[in-house]
């Protein structure tokens, strides 16, 4: 019978293929509200879809291993015994992946003392003696020794599952150099570090490949050892059990006695309302909205029920294969760029490839045609490609800051960036955000970004760059992500994240100018003193501990000094830094005293050295920003965190000593907005009281502590100011009266009797933040002044203290949140007035809510202009955005 006309088996390994999209796809990035890791079922489920919707199935089953048990293990135990503990992920997800397959009527198969592997061969040998055309699907390289003219490989050849590497007979000659029937004897010879097995030392695959050539197989192998010279041929004949043994074991077995037959195997129709229930509980709204387009008639080429689809219901199409890279130069490459734009208003795909910060090459896409460029910069050839990418055709790219950068590096003019994927991902799902391209692809698309795939015995072949296939998926995944943002974040992505990834890939590349001799002196002043406290903290106890090990601690606080015990943890008692400073104004000791004292300059001498390690060959620290690192929006600083420099003590205040203008500048120049989040709160509040505070230009906190204890303005002590400045801010964070009691020291009747007084004063702002929450628990979500919705799962948690979490952080999340699109806006801005108004002055720093400036000569006035008018008017509120300006010729002088 001809393969066309035979029924069709595909067999799948199910623990081999779940693995793989267990590590294929982001553990945080798959989780449903109740904490359930997801991503290996996800990946499971739309690589069978694509395989479903491709090769059209009669007959389905899904093998799995019952334990790691087998009669492997029995003969050696040593067998997977390299196999390192389960992930914790993991666990849990191949029972609800095996709920979910039997939902959509596949049959799963279990044999206890067999793998999955077994399974799979006996299937196909029953397949093909039934007259089936048989498919296995595994990630296993034994299942190599199983391909025949009747049976097929689908093996993954890539770090995902949705791509296959298809292997029949002539692929694996091809491939290998060897039949099917001979990868055993290989891999008994080369040993399988996957399972365990070692092979014989010195013997490579190239050498076993060209052994059995000679002789036939491992048997005739053996037995001619003595004719082979050398180590390899001395190692092969003192191995030779080891090679027999690891052949003995990975001879797949053909006849696994299975309580099914094959017709019972027959693929059924997907029934939508078994697979709903399932699918709810996963949460997996884009694959169910897969499969009910298919079953409902309405298939989009993603997906395809089991076994054949219904007459009336059109065939999937596969899943979409990156177009062939061309390659191309001069007045071609100006053709193809003239006829893609046209073609695709939206935007180009682009993808750059960079070396040591430098670009060497790109792939620039259209929806159905890729282009690879390597270059030479300032060739003749490349510069109808410099044009486009200095000119302001529309790109669309993936993580656009680093490239952007390395554009600057190589010496080209870049314009045009209308779409970041990235953040426009992150604006989808800031919480689990995706964090490459890989990430997006496949949670939008359903579909695995190729990688090298090491687990291959010869590597791949194919393009040495992978650019023009991640500009295609970057083009394909543009509409996608957008269609999934509100139309207030889409306008929060075109208004005000957009603009802000060139001007942070600016900064990034300037710097600042830091003194490391500032840096060195106080790092050894401050390591002389935390030995001066450890020495005075030994004393005490008369002997010498680690400082830094809670189990010593423990011993000393607990048992020596017999210090009331702390919170309980898994390891004893919790020796943090809160628990050791309430047990230190509870109970006082010197040792504990020395301890703190130690802890803190410890502390920041790494923040110090972190800086000094960071200073470049150009005498600048160049921070990176994280524009996606926080649900609320607000900017990270990494490498090194310029936000973590104390700001109110000595020690922080010589920090930013060292941070200095360049020589060719004059000064620095700092802007701080004046209570930000409070005036933010004002706003959203509409409170009538906060809003004539901020009005009248008075002293927010004074004023609210004359309304709260009853007396004049004038009459506000320093203690009066502190409790409500910290009840103020505590507020807006969800702080308990327990919390207050313990920020402020007092007790808990006062802190009550406090908040009590300040709602009685400030109503609207008791009102609103009650409000947030309520709305939040209805949306789902909390939204900005300008849009930003920040989603909140854990509202409807059944888990308490998850719930309780989400409420406080709800009632900050819109505060927050505007307080960072207005930074955000303000920078853009001043960044755009500085470039129009030719100005040589340069941003160069954001921490916080400040702004740090480097001043060119006879510019200090006119950028101080700019910068107080784009930052006020960064947000037009109920109450002013006050900014305040410094400057100086270092950080610390400039502050104000």
Do not use: C
């Amino acid at each position: 019978m001809p393969d066309a006309d035979k029924p069709t088996l595909l067999v799948i390994d199910g623990h081999s293929l779940a693995f793989r999209a267990f590590y294929a796809l982001p553990v945080d990035s798959f989780s449903t509200r109740d904490g359930q890791h997801t991503n290996a079922i996800h990946g499971f489920l739309s690589m069978m879809l694509l395989l479903l919707a491709n090769e059209k199935p009669t007959h389905l089953a899904v093998a799995f291993d019952m334990s790691r048990q087998s009669f492997r293990t029995r003969e050696y135990a040593e067998y997977k015994g390299n196999r390192g503990e389960t992930p914790l992920e993991f666990r849990g997800q191949v029972p609800l992946l095996q709920d979910a397959l039997h939902a959509m009527g596949v049959r799963t198969i279990e044999k206890q003392d067999f793998e999955a592997d077994d399974i799979l061969a006996t299937l196909a040998e029953r397949g093909v003696a039934e007259g089936y055309r048989v498919l296995l699907v595994s990630g296993d390289r034994d299942t190599i020794q199983l391909v025949n003219d009747d049976v097929t490989l689908l093996y993954p050849n890539t770090q995902g599952v949705s791509q296959l590497k298809r292997y029949d007979t002539a692929a694996v000659m091809e491939r290998y150099g060897i039949r099917p029937e001979q990868y055993p004897d290989v891999a008994a010879l080369v040993g399988e570090t996957s399972d365990n097995l070692p092979g014989i030392p010195k013997v490579g695959e190239k050498t076993a490949v060209k052994w059995l050539g000679l002789y036939g197989d491992l048997d005739g192998i053996l037995a001619h050892a003595d004719e082979i010279k050398g180590v390899v041929g001395q190692n092969l004949r003192d191995g030779r059990e080891n090679a027999v043994r690891n052949r003995r074991l990975n001879q797949l077995v053909h006849d696994v006695e299975l309580d099914v037959e094959i017709d019972e195997l027959e693929a059924k129709p997907i029934d939508l309302n078994s697979v709903r229930p399932i699918f709810e509980r996963l949460e997996f709204r884009t694959l169910m909205e897969r499969v009910t387009k298919l079953v409902t008639g309405e298939a989009n080429g993603a997906v395809a029920a089991s076994g054949p689809p219904p007459a009336e219901v059109a065939e999937a199409a596969p899943a979409p294969v990156t177009p062939e890279p061309q390659r191309l130069v001069g007045e071609g490459l100006a053709a193809w760029l003239e006829r893609a734009v046209a073609a695709e208003p939206a935007g180009l795909g682009l993808s750059l490839e960079i070396v040591d910060g430098r670009v060497i090459g790109a792939g620039i896409a259209t929806s159905d045609e890729t282009v690879h460029l390597a270059w030479r910069p300032g060739g003749a050839d490349m510069a109808p490609f410099e044009a486009w990418l200095a000119s302001d055709a529309p790109k669309i790219v993936t993580d656009a800051k680093p490239q952007l950068k390395a554009l600057t590096r190589t010496g080209f003019a870049f314009d045009g960036l209308v779409l970041d994927t990235l953040v426009a991902g992150w604006l989808v799902r800031p919480i689990l955000q995706e964090k490459s391209l890989a990430d997006l692809v496949s949670y939008h698309l359903g579909e695995t970004v190729p990688q090298a795939d090491p687990s291959l015995l010869v590597p791949e072949e194919g393009s040495d760059s992978g650019a023009p296939e991640y500009a295609w998926y970057t083009l394909r995944l543009a509409p996608v992500v957008l269609r999934a943002l509100s139309e207030s974040s889409r306008l929060l992505l075109a208004d005000v994240e957009m603009p802000l990834v060139p001007v942070l890939a600016a900064m990034e590349l300037r710097g600042v100018t830091v003194d490391h001799s500032e840096l060195s002196t106080l790092s050894a002043e401050l390591g002389a003193r935390a030995v001066a406290f450890a020495e005075a903290a030994f004393a005490e106890i008369g002997r010498e501990v680690n400082l830094g090990s809670p189990k010593q601690l423990q011993e000393v606080l607990f048992d020596q000094l017999g210090m009331p015990k702390t919170r309980a943890t898994k390891t004893g008692y919790t020796t943090d830094a809160s628990a050791l400073a309430d047990l230190q104004e509870s109970n006082p000791h010197p040792f504990l005293g020395y301890l703190l004292e130690h802890r803190d300059v410890t502390k920041l001498r790494q923040i110090v050295e972190s800086l000094d390690k960071a200073i470049g060959a150009d005498g600048r620290i160049h921070t990176t920003y994280g524009q996606i690192g926080a649900a609320t929006g607000r900017l990270s600083s990494n490498d090194p965190n310029l936000q973590n420099i104390p700001i109110r003590t000595e020690d922080g205040r010589r920090i930013r000593k060292a941070f200095r203008h360049g020589p060719e500048y004059t000064e620095l120049l700092t802007a701080d907005y004046s209570q930000i989040e409070m005036r933010i709160m004002a706003h959203l509040s509409g409170d009538p009281g906060l809003i004539e505070a901020f009005n009248a230009g008075e002293d927010l906190h004074r004023f609210v502590g004359a309304r709260v204890f009853g007396v004049d303005p004038a009459d506000v002590t320093p203690v009066m100011r502190t409790k409500v400045k910290a009840m103020s801010y505590g507020l807006a964070y969800g702080l308990s009266a327990f919390g207050l009691s313990k920020q402020l020291r007092i007790d808990r009747a006062e802190a009550t009797q406090l908040m009590k007084e300040y709602f009685e004063r400030f109503g609207a702002v008791r009102g609103y933040l009650r409000g947030v929450v309520e709305q939040a628990k209805i949306d789902g979500y909390t939204e900005t002044i300008f849009g930003r919705r920040r989603p909140f799962p854990d509202l409807a948690s059944p888990n308490r203290v998850l719930r309780e979490n989400a409420e406080r952080a709800a009632l900050n999340s819109p505060i927050q949140g505007s307080a960072a699109d207005v930074m955000k806006i303000a920078m853009t801005t001043v960044e755009s007035d500085i470039a129009a108004k030719g100005l040589e002055s340069r941003m160069l720093m954001t921490v916080h809510d400040e702004l740090i400036f480097e001043v060119a000569p006879g510019e200090s006035e006119v950028l101080e202009e700019v910068v107080r008018d784009r930052m006020s008017h960064a947000a037009e509120l109920l109450v002013p955005l006050d900014v305040q300006i410094g400057r100086g010729a270092n950080w610390d002088d400039a502050a104000h």
